[in-house]
């Protein structure tokens, strides 16, 4: 049979392949190609290397140790923005905070430059919704630079905007302070994370401005996103899975020590509801929690939600991969 023969006579796979949008080309997805941004590509080579610069500075003792707490602490404080602000308060509404928390950690947030609330908000719920598929913003089925950072550098693929526009905003869209800071985003931002970390350790404490700039403000923040990119991509990988074994999200002590709790990723897909987004570990690897009950005690944060342990040893039976302390018990008996 001649090539053109066994073509024509195919005519199933010919009509396969028009019909269907996606194709495999040289073992690649089309609609997978990236369409990269060299904008973001070009800032992401800045930082790093930029990075590189902070570390060299200190190491060859040009920067002050009053310097590297101030960058530490910073992180430490906008992180809390991202996990007890954007994504246990906003994005999961696992908590109620009165407004002067909310502003606080608006604020806080702001100071961590991960796009605005609402954007991060969305992407999020969108991740939550549509989890591993194409329409999850940061899919770690496409690899785990593309779910760690890769994502932010190429337009989204199309599900992400036509699924995603399924996800219910208009909670967000009813606070006062979220819709302040999208508004004020773009001038608030590069004065919180960059301009400020940068400018007082040399009025407080004479540090050279080199030294200020590239490891108060580049360093930290370059450190601080690669801590929280983790999650969706460690945490999508390497770890156990004791309450759904079927699903990507893992539990990681690392990852929950990096990104201020939010490394108990298999527990906060199952429960993305609890305001602890984990179930086992105490505040030293959920630093988040520590914020968040310490609030309630003024109540300033209330109406915490968490699982019952009933709810949690059923599911654990149920989907788990064994690796629960649950599990052992049963094991031992
Ligand atoms: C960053 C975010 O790093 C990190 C998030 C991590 C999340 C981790 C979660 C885990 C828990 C927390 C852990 C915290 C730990 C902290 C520890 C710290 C020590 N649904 O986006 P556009 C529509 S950010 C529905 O421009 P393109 C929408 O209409 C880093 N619709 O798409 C939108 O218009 P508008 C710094 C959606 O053109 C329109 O599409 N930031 C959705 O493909 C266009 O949207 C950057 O690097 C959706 N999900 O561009 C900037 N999305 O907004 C990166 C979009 O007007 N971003 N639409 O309503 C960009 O430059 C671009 O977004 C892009 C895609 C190039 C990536
Ligand atoms: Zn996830
Ligand atoms: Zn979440």
Same mark, same amino acid.
């Given at each position: ?122 992407? #999020?719920?969108? =991740? &939550?919704? $549509? ?14 630079? /593309? %779910? ?116 108990? #990723?298999?527990? =906060? &897909?199952? $429960? ?14 959920? /630093? %988040? ?45």
């Amino acid at each position: 049979m001649t090539a053109s023969a066994f073509l024509s006579e195919d005519k199933t796979h010919e009509k396969n392949i028009e019909d269907t949008p996606i194709y495999v080309s040289h073992g690649k997805r089309r609609d997978y190609e990236w369409q990269i941004v060299w904008r973001n590509v070009l800032a992401f080579i800045y930082l790093h290397a930029a990075t590189f610069y902070g570390f060299y500075l200190i190491f060859i003792g040009k920067t002050k140790l009053l310097t590297i707490i101030f960058a530490l602490l910073f992180s430490a404080m906008s992180a809390m923005g991202v996990t007890a602000g954007a994504h246990r308060l906003w994005a999961h509404r696992a908590y109620k905070a009165r407004w002067p928390l909310r502003l606080f950690l608006a604020l806080m947030q702001t100071m961590a430059f991960q796009n605005h609330i609402y954007e991060w908000v969305r992407d #999020h719920r969108v =991740h &939550h919704k $549509f989890t591993e598929t194409d329409a999850d913003p940061h899919n770690a089925k496409r690899g785990f630079f /593309f %779910s760690h950072m890769g994502w932010l550098m190429v337009r989204k693929h199309k599900e992400v905007f036509e699924k995603g526009a399924s996800v219910d905003m208009s909670d967000l869209e009813k606070d006062p302070i979220v819709m302040f800071q999208k508004k004020t985003y773009l001038v608030v931002m590069p004065l919180l994370c960059f301009i400020l970390p940068a400018w007082l350790p040399v009025v407080l404490w004479g540090e050279n401005p080199w030294s200020s700039w590239y490891v108060g403000s580049i360093l930290r923040y370059t450190i601080s996103l690669h801590f929280t990119w983790l999650v969706n991509s460690a945490a999508h990988v390497w770890g156990n899975r004791p309450y759904d074994k079927n699903i990507g999200a893992t539990d990681n002590k690392t990852v929950a020590l990096c990104a201020f709790g939010e490394g108990w #990723h298999n527990y =906060h &897909h199952v $429960f993305p509801w609890d305001y602890k987004a984990a179930e086992l570990g105490n505040y030293s690897t959920n /630093f %988040s929690t520590a914020l968040i009950d310490f609030a309630a005690k003024y109540g300033l944060a209330y109406d915490l939600k968490t699982v019952s342990v009933e709810m949690i040893r059923k599911r654990v039976a149920r989907t788990g991969d064994g690796s629960h302390p649950f599990d052992k018990k049963i094991d031992d008996c």
